[in-house]
Protein backbone atom coordinates (compact mmCIF):
# COMPACT_ATOMS: atom_id res chain seq x y z
CA UNK A 1 0.00 0.00 0.00
CA UNK A 2 1.57 3.56 -1.20
CA UNK A 3 1.78 5.55 1.76
CA UNK A 4 3.75 9.24 1.30
CA UNK A 5 5.27 11.34 4.31
CA UNK A 6 6.09 14.91 4.35
CA UNK A 7 8.94 16.10 7.07
CA UNK A 8 10.87 19.36 7.58
CA UNK A 9 11.02 22.23 9.90
CA UNK A 10 8.28 23.23 11.59
CA UNK A 11 9.16 27.04 11.48
CA UNK A 12 10.75 28.68 9.33
CA UNK A 13 11.92 32.85 9.89
CA UNK A 14 10.73 35.58 7.29
CA UNK A 15 12.69 35.68 3.70
CA UNK A 16 14.50 32.12 4.41
CA UNK A 17 13.76 29.30 2.72
CA UNK A 18 11.30 26.86 3.80
CA UNK A 19 12.47 22.92 2.90
CA UNK A 20 10.40 19.58 3.01
CA UNK A 21 10.36 16.63 1.70
CA UNK A 22 8.09 13.62 0.82
CA UNK A 23 9.37 9.91 1.12
CA UNK A 24 7.14 7.55 -0.92
CA UNK A 25 7.01 4.51 0.77
CA UNK A 26 5.17 0.98 -0.49
CA UNK A 27 5.79 1.32 -3.99
CA UNK A 28 8.32 3.60 -6.93
CA UNK A 29 8.42 7.06 -7.34
CA UNK A 30 9.92 5.89 -10.85
CA UNK A 31 7.01 5.18 -12.38
CA UNK A 32 5.71 6.78 -15.93
CA UNK A 33 2.57 6.72 -15.39
CA UNK A 34 2.37 8.86 -12.47
CA UNK A 35 3.57 12.15 -10.99
CA UNK A 36 4.13 13.69 -7.87
CA UNK A 37 2.76 17.42 -6.17
CA UNK A 38 2.41 19.53 -3.40
CA UNK A 39 -0.52 21.47 -2.28
CA UNK A 40 -0.94 23.63 0.66
CA UNK A 41 -3.94 24.80 2.55
CA UNK A 42 -3.52 28.50 4.83
CA UNK A 43 -5.57 27.91 7.92
CA UNK A 44 -9.19 28.23 7.60
CA UNK A 45 -8.55 28.44 3.45
CA UNK A 46 -8.80 25.99 0.99
CA UNK A 47 -6.32 24.05 -1.21
CA UNK A 48 -3.87 25.63 -3.25
CA UNK A 49 -1.69 23.67 -5.75
CA UNK A 50 2.14 24.40 -5.75
CA UNK A 51 3.61 22.62 -8.05
CA UNK A 52 3.99 19.07 -9.79
CA UNK A 53 7.12 16.80 -10.80
CA UNK A 54 7.64 13.61 -13.09
CA UNK A 55 10.18 11.13 -12.23
CA UNK A 56 12.17 12.41 -14.99
CA UNK A 57 12.89 15.53 -13.35
CA UNK A 58 9.80 17.67 -15.40
CA UNK A 59 8.36 20.32 -13.28
CA UNK A 60 5.23 22.14 -13.65
CA UNK A 61 4.62 25.51 -11.06
CA UNK A 62 2.13 27.72 -10.32
CA UNK A 63 2.55 30.59 -11.67
CA UNK A 64 1.82 32.61 -9.31
CA UNK A 65 4.41 31.05 -6.89
CA UNK A 66 7.02 30.00 -9.90
CA UNK A 67 9.46 32.66 -9.12
CA UNK A 68 10.14 31.46 -5.32
CA UNK A 69 9.60 27.39 -5.79
CA UNK A 70 11.53 24.56 -6.70
CA UNK A 71 10.69 21.03 -6.73
CA UNK A 72 13.15 18.20 -7.39
CA UNK A 73 13.02 14.19 -7.13
CA UNK A 74 15.60 12.04 -5.78
CA UNK A 75 14.46 8.39 -7.17
CA UNK A 76 17.58 6.55 -5.23
CA UNK A 77 15.50 7.77 -2.03
CA UNK A 78 12.39 7.54 -3.11
CA UNK A 79 11.94 11.38 -2.60
CA UNK A 80 10.65 14.47 -3.53
CA UNK A 81 11.54 17.71 -2.53
CA UNK A 82 9.63 21.18 -2.29
CA UNK A 83 11.81 24.13 -1.52
CA UNK A 84 9.85 28.07 -1.46
CA UNK A 85 11.92 30.74 -0.71
CA UNK A 86 11.92 34.11 0.93
CA UNK A 87 9.15 33.02 2.46
CA UNK A 88 6.44 35.28 4.32
CA UNK A 89 3.33 34.80 7.16
CA UNK A 90 1.15 34.00 3.94
CA UNK A 91 3.33 31.37 3.08
CA UNK A 92 1.77 29.60 6.66
CA UNK A 93 0.00 26.41 5.72
CA UNK A 94 -0.30 22.95 5.79
CA UNK A 95 1.58 21.44 3.56
CA UNK A 96 -0.16 17.96 1.67
CA UNK A 97 2.45 15.65 -1.06
CA UNK A 98 0.06 13.91 -3.25
CA UNK A 99 0.58 11.36 -6.27
CA UNK A 100 -1.34 12.02 -9.65
CA UNK A 101 -2.70 9.65 -11.43
CA UNK A 102 -2.31 9.05 -15.36
CA UNK A 103 -5.09 10.44 -17.38
CA UNK A 104 -6.16 13.55 -15.06
CA UNK A 105 -7.81 10.60 -12.72
CA UNK A 106 -7.30 12.95 -9.74
CA UNK A 107 -4.89 12.69 -6.70
CA UNK A 108 -5.17 9.34 -5.03
CA UNK A 109 -2.74 8.91 -2.35
CA UNK A 110 -1.87 11.63 -0.32
CA UNK A 111 0.10 12.49 2.92
CA UNK A 112 -1.16 13.25 6.37
CA UNK A 113 0.35 17.22 5.75
CA UNK A 114 2.84 18.89 7.97
CA UNK A 115 2.07 22.43 9.04
CA UNK A 116 4.96 25.29 8.57
CA UNK A 117 4.43 27.77 10.08
CA UNK A 118 6.60 31.38 8.95
CA UNK A 119 7.50 33.71 11.96
CA UNK A 120 10.49 35.36 13.84
CA UNK B 1 -5.54 29.72 -15.78
CA UNK B 2 -8.59 27.41 -15.73
CA UNK B 3 -10.77 28.87 -12.51
CA UNK B 4 -12.93 26.53 -10.44
CA UNK B 5 -16.10 28.43 -8.75
CA UNK B 6 -18.26 26.00 -6.51
CA UNK B 7 -21.55 26.61 -5.49
CA UNK B 8 -22.46 26.97 -2.56
CA UNK B 9 -19.95 27.82 -0.39
CA UNK B 10 -21.71 26.13 2.57
CA UNK B 11 -24.93 24.34 2.38
CA UNK B 12 -26.82 22.94 5.67
CA UNK B 13 -28.53 19.40 5.74
CA UNK B 14 -29.72 16.96 7.56
CA UNK B 15 -28.87 13.15 8.21
CA UNK B 16 -30.60 11.47 4.83
CA UNK B 17 -31.27 14.76 3.13
CA UNK B 18 -30.39 14.88 -0.87
CA UNK B 19 -27.67 17.41 -1.44
CA UNK B 20 -26.13 18.63 -4.81
CA UNK B 21 -22.64 20.52 -4.84
CA UNK B 22 -22.05 22.32 -8.26
CA UNK B 23 -18.90 23.42 -9.44
CA UNK B 24 -18.22 25.98 -12.88
CA UNK B 25 -15.53 25.80 -15.19
CA UNK B 26 -13.95 28.99 -16.40
CA UNK B 27 -13.77 26.92 -20.14
CA UNK B 28 -14.27 23.95 -21.08
CA UNK B 29 -12.31 20.90 -19.23
CA UNK B 30 -14.47 18.24 -21.14
CA UNK B 31 -14.61 15.36 -18.05
CA UNK B 32 -11.70 15.98 -16.41
CA UNK B 33 -13.07 17.10 -13.13
CA UNK B 34 -12.47 15.51 -9.88
CA UNK B 35 -14.02 15.75 -6.48
CA UNK B 36 -12.88 15.37 -3.04
CA UNK B 37 -13.64 14.88 0.56
CA UNK B 38 -11.81 17.07 3.63
CA UNK B 39 -12.41 16.28 6.97
CA UNK B 40 -10.80 18.63 9.67
CA UNK B 41 -7.31 17.83 10.48
CA UNK B 42 -7.14 15.30 7.83
CA UNK B 43 -5.79 15.38 3.99
CA UNK B 44 -8.50 15.68 1.02
CA UNK B 45 -9.75 12.21 -0.50
CA UNK B 46 -10.77 11.81 -3.67
CA UNK B 47 -14.41 10.74 -3.99
CA UNK B 48 -14.87 10.89 -8.11
CA UNK B 49 -12.75 11.12 -11.04
CA UNK B 50 -13.26 11.95 -14.50
CA UNK B 51 -16.52 13.75 -13.51
CA UNK B 52 -18.67 10.63 -12.91
CA UNK B 53 -16.34 7.73 -11.94
CA UNK B 54 -17.00 6.80 -8.34
CA UNK B 55 -13.05 5.92 -6.37
CA UNK B 56 -12.75 2.53 -5.24
CA UNK B 57 -13.83 1.80 -1.67
CA UNK B 58 -16.34 4.84 -1.46
CA UNK B 59 -20.07 4.50 -0.78
CA UNK B 60 -22.37 4.74 -4.02
CA UNK B 61 -24.28 7.31 -2.46
CA UNK B 62 -21.78 9.64 -3.85
CA UNK B 63 -22.51 10.33 -7.37
CA UNK B 64 -20.77 13.00 -9.95
CA UNK B 65 -21.70 14.33 -13.09
CA UNK B 66 -21.31 17.12 -15.65
CA UNK B 67 -18.73 17.77 -18.83
CA UNK B 68 -17.82 20.50 -20.80
CA UNK B 69 -17.68 23.48 -17.38
CA UNK B 70 -20.81 22.27 -15.32
CA UNK B 71 -20.29 19.56 -12.85
CA UNK B 72 -22.47 18.76 -9.84
CA UNK B 73 -21.66 16.01 -7.02
CA UNK B 74 -24.94 14.75 -5.25
CA UNK B 75 -24.86 12.52 -2.01
CA UNK B 76 -28.30 10.55 -2.03
CA UNK B 77 -28.68 10.28 1.68
CA UNK B 78 -26.68 12.42 3.75
CA UNK B 79 -24.81 10.54 6.51
CA UNK B 80 -23.59 11.63 9.59
CA UNK B 81 -19.80 11.04 8.59
CA UNK B 82 -20.67 12.86 5.00
CA UNK B 83 -20.40 16.14 6.76
CA UNK B 84 -17.06 18.07 5.73
CA UNK B 85 -15.83 20.13 3.13
CA UNK B 86 -16.06 19.44 -0.32
CA UNK B 87 -13.95 20.31 -3.10
CA UNK B 88 -13.21 19.76 -6.90
CA UNK B 89 -10.17 19.94 -9.09
CA UNK B 90 -9.85 20.31 -12.83
CA UNK B 91 -7.07 18.01 -14.33
CA UNK B 92 -7.53 19.11 -17.74
CA UNK B 93 -4.35 21.00 -18.15
CA UNK B 94 -2.62 18.21 -15.65
CA UNK B 95 -0.02 18.29 -14.33
CA UNK B 96 -1.27 22.06 -13.78
CA UNK B 97 -4.27 21.42 -11.89
CA UNK B 98 -6.76 24.12 -9.92
CA UNK B 99 -9.07 23.28 -7.09
CA UNK B 100 -12.62 24.97 -6.31
CA UNK B 101 -13.00 27.65 -2.93
CA UNK B 102 -14.24 24.37 -1.41
CA UNK B 103 -18.50 23.73 0.00
CA UNK B 104 -18.74 23.33 3.72
CA UNK B 105 -21.82 20.93 4.33
CA UNK B 106 -22.97 21.20 7.79
CA UNK B 107 -25.45 19.53 10.07
CA UNK B 108 -28.72 21.42 10.33
Known amino acids: QLQLQESGPGLVKPSETLSLTCTVS??????????WGWIRQPPGKGLEWIGS???????YYNPSLKSRVTISVDTSKNQFSLKLSSVTAADTAVYYC????????????WGQGTTVTVSS | DIQMTQSPSSLSASVGDRVTITCRAS??????LNWYQQKPGKAPKLLIY???SLQSGVPSRFSGSGSGTDFTLTISSLQPEDFATYYCQQSYSTPHITFGQGTRLEIK
Open chain 1, 26 to 35: GGSISSSSYY
Open chain 1, 53 to 59: IYYSGST
Open chain 2, 27 to 32: QSISSY
Open chain 2, 50 to 52: AAS
Open chain 1, 98 to 109: ARGTPAGYGMDV
